[in-house]
Nanobody, 124 residues
Framework: QVQLVESGGGMVQAGGSLRLSCAAS????????MGWFRQAPGREREFVAG????????DYADSVEGRFTVSRDHAKNTVYLQMNSLKPEDTAVYYC?????????????????WGQGTQVTVSS
C-alpha cells in the first residue's frame, strides 16, 4: 500500500508562487510516473502535470504550461510542483497521484494511488 501526502498549499496573491510537495511512503515510486491533478468547486478533477518514471519527461495542461514545473527526487520519494505566476483560476484542491505505468498520462484511470489533497487559493 502506498500513502501520498501533499503539502505546501496555501493562500497567495495573483502573480505569486507556491511549491507543492508530495511525499510517498509504503513503497518506492521510482519506475512509475506521477501526476498532479486539481479540482475546483463544482468542476471535474483535471490533469495539471505529470512526470515520467525517471524524471526526464514531463507533460502539462495547456492552462499551466510555462508557469508550472513538475520534478521528482527519487532519493526522497517525493514529487514537486512549482507554481509561478499564479492566477485566481488556479484556485483548487491539488492532488498528487501515482500511476500504474512508466510514462505520463492525463487520464485519471492510469493512476492507482491518490493523496488527500492540499488547498491552493489565489486571490486577485
Amino acid at each position: 500500500q502506498v500513502q501520498l501526502v501533499e503539502s505546501g498549499g496555501g493562500m497567495v496573491q495573483a502573480g505569486g508562487s507556491l511549491r507543492l510537495s508530495c511525499a510517498a511512503s509504503g513503497r518506492t515510486t521510482s519506475g512509475l510516473s506521477m501526476g498532479w491533478f486539481r479540482q475546483a468547486p463544482g468542476r471535474e478533477r483535471e490533469f495539471v502535470a505529470g512526470i515520467n518514471w525517471n524524471g526526464y519527461s514531463a507533460d502539462y495542461a495547456d492552462s499551466v504550461e510555462g508557469r508550472f514545473t513538475v520534478s521528482r527526487d527519487h532519493a526522497k520519494n517525493t514529487v514537486y510542483l512549482q507554481m509561478n505566476s499564479l492566477k485566481p483560476e488556479d484556485t483548487a484542491v491539488y492532488y498528487c497521484a501515482l500511476s500504474k505505468i512508466q510514462d505520463t498520462r492525463s487520464d485519471r484511470g492510469f493512476y492507482d494511488y491518490w493523496g488527500q489533497g492540499t488547498q491552493v487559493t489565489v486571490s486577485s
